[in-house]
């Protein structure tokens, strides 16, 4: 515990505490999110579609707060289900991180390196985690440090399981020890970490699923009733009354969703 306290106040020294930039935060969202293209391609494709959408809703004469909200709403589409993405790539990242454990630990009591423990783990184990161990790799080939490669891969990371494994790692490689132990034990924790998360998940699907149902069912009922009622819904367009009455009703939606979304998070 002492060598772990260490090693944690050596990360938190001023001198080695760097900002990151906004191009190097767009980076890593792209990698957590799966993107192939450049996130920058991608941000102005979803504002061009966010463009044509209100086009498309100012020029069938709806008016210009209408063409907003469909602009809105492709901005608001386009961003949850980028949250999807990267929550759905988390969970096989913490799959794949399990397992890859396991055949380092194997390799390692085989009689591997540690760096040819982490090549196969780049071989075997598919995307994402395959990317972050042949990083590692590279750069130890390169002349990098092996802890200040590991270390840099955990800074860049949105996952605590691997800032816990740099961790160990690290003190391992400072003072020593069973590395093939120390995986089987970090498997086994993280196991058992992993474990309640997917009964938390469990038991929260039903509330998202009622809180979807709920924010869908206003949304497409206001979609229909400007389709096949366009007399009865000009009101909210032509009047300031009932202009006031559409921000209103948005703005109890978005409060909406936002309060079930922290319902819906249990913290423990």
């Not at 589409?77 to 397992?99: C, G, H």
């Not at 691997?162 to 086994?188: C, H, P, R, W, Y």
Request: overall charge positive; hydrophobic content about 50%; glycine content about 8%.
């Amino acid at each position: 515990m002492q060598l772990w306290r260490a090693d944690y106040e050596t990360r938190r020294r001023p001198g080695r505490v760097r900002k990151e930039t906004l191009s190097k935060r767009l980076e890593r969202l792209r990698l957590d999110a799966g993107w192939k293209m450049s996130p920058y391609v991608v941000f102005l494709g979803v504002a061009a579609v966010a463009a044509l959408a209100f086009a498309a809703v100012f020029g069938l004469g709806y008016g210009t707060w209408p063409g907003l909200g469909a602009a809105l709403t492709v901005l608001v589409l386009f961003w949850s289900m980028t949250k999807r993405r990267l929550a759905a790539r988390l969970a096989l990242f913490e799959r794949q991180f399990v397992d890859s454990l396991g055949i380092a630990a194997r390799a390692l009591r085989a009689g591997h390196p540690l760096v040819g423990a982490f090549q196969l783990v780049a071989q075997e184990v598919g995307e994402p985690l395959a990317r972050i161990f042949g990083e590692i790799c590279q750069e130890q080939a390169l002349g990098l440090d092996l802890e200040t490669s590991v270390r840099r891969v955990a800074d860049t990371s949105r996952n605590p399981d691997l800032k816990l494994f740099a961790t160990a790692v690290s003190i391992q490689l400072g003072s020593g020890g069973n590395l093939a132990e120390l995986m089987d034990t970090l498997s086994t924790v993280m196991r058992s970490r992993i474990r309640p998360h997917r009964r938390v998940r469990v038991m929260t699907a039903q509330t998202s699923m009622s809180k979807r149902i709920l924010i869908g069912l206003p949304i497409l009922l206001f979609v229909l009733l400007n389709i096949i009622a366009t007399d009865y819904m000009a009101l909210f367009y032509t009047d300031w009354s009932g202009r006031y009455m559409l921000a209103g009703t948005i703005i109890n939606v978005l409060f909406g969703a936002w309060l079930m979304e922290k319902l819906s998070v249990i913290r423990y």
